[in-house]
Every structure is written in structure tokens, then in C-alpha cells.
């Protein structure tokens, strides 16, 4: 019997002392189907300013009051200062740290003093968690916190597991997220959030430990996550012991001795299909508008600045016209002079060599820093590598980044096309929102290029390849002083065909 084996004294002296004058007498593997449901949300996260986005917010409050003349302090094109302007000026008004008009005007907004504070600005990010939820009683098991040892489409007619698909209760599967789920996964202030409503069926691994005492008459039940130390599921423990005492009390204690027969397990799946009560999931639904609710005052409450920002700026104003326009005249030269000190320590290239182990982690950062532009240039790019990008490239082109991807060798027998369609497919659905730019260019470099900030040229084929497998790759990563770089690779992209 699969029990005596796993009943070892490891076993013992992990489990055996949970209930006085009980022993554990047997244990078992579960294949427990849980549902697996993604909870998708937007939070704002703070990201340094850079010395530009710094200086104009410094311009603005000293009283400069249009783009022409920012950009002209600021030793940047119109354009350049423009596309800041708008990144600064959030279209929902939640995150504004400045205020633009149709006509290029420029003026402080409730966060201008917060950010010159700060020298950071709060930017959207989306963010993704799985839950899981056990599919038999409904109990929450993780909020995206909790590991588990997890299996898509087990083989429950072999070996030590016990559990069978017929146990499943489909009316689980839509009745929302609880507000504890929320209060545990959304730690954050919370823009919006969305849950998959129709979850994907697997199976977790679980112990169950049957409890006996010395007369056998009788017993109790644990269930445990070998994944997360000795703890037991207390919760799903109590709803499953309730059930087997009250509708099958035979389950394990027949003759005072465990059973663990096929046709008792399908017996108990028949109960469960049948005694599973709407109440759950009306209560689950009430939990679900009760979230709404929160993330709904979390928002208000983001939209309604505090009242020491709403005056920070009211301290540094004066009762005389003659000393607010000297103190504004100030204001400019001491931005413009720290704006001057830091586009001088970005101008200095920092150049470091990095191996193959180095590569993910860089693209990736780099994804998530970009503001203004991004380019990638790879011959080929694979769904398996690009598919964990789009969440963070997408997040670069909600904040205001420009993608620009180049791709493809160049089109002959010699070069055979390794990209994936369904790749390019989802890159192009991109491009109509103007914000990306996808060109076939001919090309066997790899290049990576974040703002004017960071240039990565390299052997690591790093949308189409991510290493591991202990091939040697390597390139070279600068750090400053890109800018002529950037323009040179735009421009390939940009006049390139698609």
C-alpha cells in the first residue's frame, strides 16, 4: 500500500505530534485539482527623473512658460522637449507633473514641487500574479505567495496518488477573487486590476495524514504542502475532514483500520459534485464587489494629493513682484547650471564587456527603464523569448517609449528565415498604435539601445536565444554618451521596410 511507504520515521517526526493522543497511522499523496487564475493589475511605480525631465519641471516653476523656450535653455530640440512635455503631462490627470495646453504652454501642475522634491515621477506598470484555488471546496491556497509543487495533466491511475477528475466542481470556476486575495497580492495602490474569471485546471501536490488513537476507534485528518515546510492547510484540512465525517465516515476508518479503495475516492467525488452550496460562491461575489470598491478608493484617494503638496510651492512665493522675478531669474540659472553638471556625468561612456549569463537580465532592464526610445535589433526573434517581453514592452509603450525592432537576415537561400509568425504577428497588432516600429533588415547584428542612456552590441541573439545551455556568447555594453548611436539605428529601423 502506497501509505506504509511513505509512513517513514522522517515522516514521523515531521507530522506525528499535531493532535494530543492521536499517532499518525498513514499517509497519502494527493493529485488535489486546483484552479489556476491570473490576476492582472496597474500600479504605479517610481522611476528616477532623468536631468532633462529634472530641468524642465525646474524651468517651469521659475516661470518659463512655453516648449520653444524650454528647449532652447535646455540645449534640446523642440521636438525633444515636446515628447517630454506630453510623457510628463499624464492624460488621466492621476500622475501630472506638469500641465501642457493645445498651444505648447507650459505650467506647475499639483506634483511639479513633489517631483523636484523627489526627483522622481510615478509611472504606470501592469503586473500579473497567479492564484490558486483549490477546486473542490473553493478555499484561496495562494495569492501568487505561496509555492506549490504543480502538475498540468498527472497520470492519477499510477503510483501513490490518489484523486480523481470526477471530484472537480465546476462551480467553482467563476466566482471571483476574495478581498483577502486583493489585500494580500495588491500591496501596492492600485490603478485598475482584472481577473481571469475562467481558470485553468491543474493538479497540486499534497499530503494527507491520517491521525488514529491507540484503539483505533475513529481519527482525525491533515492535509500538507510539502512545498512550504511542515504548516498544514488548516483551512481546506477542516472542510475536507468535515465532510468525510459527516457523509463518509468510512473513508479511511473501515474496521477501525485506513482504506484507500478507488471506488471509496469516487464515492467522495459524487458527494462533493453534489453537496457543493451556492451560498460560497453569492458570499465570493459579495468579497468581489467589496474589492472593487477598495481599488475604487484607492484610486481616489491617489487622485487627491496631500495637503502639504497641494502648498508646498505657496512658501517660496513673495509679497513683492521686484523679488519674485529676481528669485525666478535664480531659479533658471541654478537649474540650468545642475542640469549642465548632470548631462556632463551622462556623457561619459562607461564601457564594461558582459558574458552570456549577463544578457537576459540587461535586456530586460532595459525594457523596463526606456522612456523615450528603445531599439532592438536581432535577426531572428522566437515566441518563447519575445512572449515574456510583451508585458514589459507594452508597459514602455503605455509610459510614452517609442519601440523600434529590427529584424531578419537578408532575404536569400544562404539566409533561411528562423522567425517565428505567430511572433511577428503579435508585433505587428503592436505597430497600430503608432508607438512601435517593426523593419526586416538584412542584418546578423544584435544591438540593444535604451534612451541615450545604455548601447549593447553582442553575439547573444537575445530575442530568439536565452542561453543556459553553456554556449559561449559575449558583447559590450556602454553606458553614456550613446545619443549619435541612437539617431544612427532609428533611422535604420525607420527607413527600413517593414
Known amino acids: 500500500m502506497p501509505g506504509e511507504s511513505l509512513l517513514t520515521p522522517e515522516m514521523n517526526a515531521r507530522f506525528g505530534d499535531r493532535f494530543p493522543d492521536l499517532y499518525l497511522t498513514h499517509v497519502d499523496i494527493?493529485?488535489?485539482?486546483?484552479?489556476?487564475?491570473?490576476?492582472?493589475?496597474?500600479?504605479?511605480e517610481s522611476i528616477p527623473l532623468d536631468?532633462?525631465?529634472?530641468?524642465?519641471?525646474?524651468?517651469?516653476?521659475?516661470?518659463?512658460?512655453?516648449?520653444?523656450?524650454?528647449?532652447?535653455?535646455?540645449?534640446?530640440?523642440k521636438r525633444y522637449a515636446l515628447e517630454m512635455a506630453r510623457r510628463l503631462n499624464a492624460e488621466n490627470g492621476d500622475?501630472?507633473?506638469?500641465?501642457?495646453?493645445?498651444?505648447?504652454?507650459?505650467?506647475?501642475?499639483?506634483?511639479?514641487?513633489?517631483?523636484?522634491?523627489?526627483?522622481?515621477?510615478?509611472?504606470?506598470v501592469q503586473q500579473s500574479v497567479s492564484l490558486l484555488r483549490d477546486a473542490l471546496f473553493g478555499e484561496w491556497l495562494s495569492f501568487g505567495?505561496?509555492?506549490f509543487e504543480m502538475n498540468p495533466s498527472p497520470d492519477i491511475g499510477k503510483g501513490a496518488y490518489r484523486w480523481i477528475g470526477p471530484a472537480v466542481s465546476a462551480d467553482i470556476v467563476d466566482d471571483g477573487i476574495s478581498?483577502?486575495?486583493?489585500?494580500?497580492?495588491?500591496?501596492?495602490?492600485?490603478?485598475?486590476?482584472?481577473?481571469?474569471?475562467t481558470g485553468a485546471l491543474e493538479w497540486a501536490t499534497l499530503w494527507i495524514g491520517v491521525y488514529q488513537p491507540e484503539s483505533g476507534a475513529g481519527g482525525r485528518y491533515l492535509l500538507f504542502n510539502p512545498e512550504c515546510e511542515d504548516e498544514p492547510l488548516d483551512s481546506l484540512s477542516k472542510a475536507f475532514e468535515d465532510l468525510l465525517l459527516r457523509d463518509i465516515p468510512e473513508m479511511y476508518f473501515k474496521d477501525d483500520q485506513p482504506q484507500t479503495s478507488a471506488d471509496v475516492w469516487n464515492r467522495l467525488a459524487s458527494r462533493i459534485r453534489v453537496g457543493k452550496r451556492q451560498e460560497e460562491i453569492a458570499s465570493d461575489e459579495v468579497?468581489?464587489?467589496?474589492?472593487s470598491e477598495q481599488i475604487e478608493d484607492l484610486s481616489s484617494e491617489l487622485r487627491e494629493p496631500s495637503s502639504e503638496s497641494r502648498t508646498a510651492g505657496a512658501s517660496k512665493t513673495t509679497s513683492s513682484s521686484e523679488e519674485i522675478a529676481d528669485l525666478k531669474a535664480r531659479l533658471v540659472a541654478l537649474s540650468l547650471d545642475l542640469l549642465d553638471q548632470k548631462q556632463a556625468l551622462a556623457a561619459i561612456p562607461r564601457v564594461d564587456h558582459i558574458d552570456a549569463r549577463a544578457h537576459p537580465a540587461i535586456v530586460k532592464s532595459a525594457i523596463g527603464a526606456a522612456s523615450v526610445n528603445l531599439v532592438m535589433i536581432c535577426p531572428w526573434i522566437k515566441?518563447?523569448?519575445?512572449?515574456?517581453?510583451?508585458?514589459?514592452?507594452?508597459?514602455?509603450?503605455?509610459r510614452g517609449c517609442k519601440v523600434w525592432i529590427g529584424y531578419g537576415m537578408p532575404k536569400n537561400v544562404n539566409h533561411p528565415d528562423n522567425t517565428d509568425?505567430?511572433?511577428?504577428?503579435?508585433?505587428?497588432?503592436?505597430?497600430?498604435?503608432?508607438?512601435?516600429?517593426?523593419?526586416?533588415?538584412?542584418?546578423?547584428?544584435?544591438?540593444?539601445?535604451?534612451d541615450e542612456e545604455l548601447f549593447m552590441n553582442t553575439s547573444f541573439n537575445f530575442l530568439s536565444y536565452t542561453g543556459g545551455d553553456g554556449r559561449r556568447e559575449s558583447g559590450t555594453i556602454q553606458r553614456g554618451g550613446v545619443a549619435d548611436l541612437l539617431e544612427k539605428f532609428i533611422h535604420a529601423i525607420a527607413s527600413a521596410p517593414s
Open 179 to 197: 478581498e483577502k486575495g486583493l489585500a494580500e497580492t495588491l500591496v501596492k495602490e492600485v490603478i485598475d486590476s482584472r481577473f481571469s474569471v
Open 30 to 44: 494527493l493529485y488535489w485539482p486546483v484552479w489556476r487564475h491570473d490576476l492582472f493589475f496597474t500600479v504605479y
Open 51 to 77: 536631468a532633462l525631465e529634472e530641468g524642465l519641471l525646474l524651468l517651469i516653476r521659475a516661470g518659463v512658460d512655453n516648449v520653444e523656450r524650454a528647449a532652447a535653455l535646455l540645449g534640446c530640440s
Open 145 to 147: 505567495n505561496i509555492p
Open 421 to 450: 509568425p505567430n511572433a511577428l504577428e503579435e508585433l505587428k497588432k503592436r505597430e497600430k498604435g503608432g508607438m512601435l516600429k517593426l523593419s526586416h533588415l538584412g542584418t546578423h547584428e544584435k544591438v540593444l539601445i535604451q
Open 383 to 398: 515566441w518563447r523569448v519575445l512572449s515574456p517581453l510583451l508585458p514589459e514592452i507594452d508597459a514602455a509603450m503605455k
Open 287 to 291: 468579497s468581489l464587489r467589496e474589492a
Open 95 to 124: 500622475a501630472s507633473y506638469l500641465r501642457l495646453t493645445p498651444d505648447e504652454r507650459l505650467y506647475p501642475a499639483k506634483l511639479t514641487e513633489v517631483a523636484i522634491e523627489t526627483v522622481e515621477r510615478q509611472v504606470p
